[in-house]
């Protein structure tokens, strides 16, 4: 599974719902990216992304 190595924010579960209002089980993924991050490729969301910017 995937996580973001700064905030370790992983995939939450959920429910989808139909016009009938039926709930089957569904997935959130999070907007994993890879960034160089001290010389070394590591799997960052793109919210951390946005504050290192913000930050520099």
């Given at each position: ?22 709930a ?10 890879t ?7 590591r ?14």
């Open positions: 599974m995937a996580r973001c190595y700064i905030c370790n924010k992983r995939a939450q579960t959920g429910n989808k719902r139909s016009h009938s209002n039926i089957t089980k569904r997935k959130f993924k999070v907007n994993i990216q960034k160089k991050i001290d010389g070394a490729k799997k960052v969301c793109a919210s951390c992304i946005r504050t290192m910017n913000k930050v520099k």
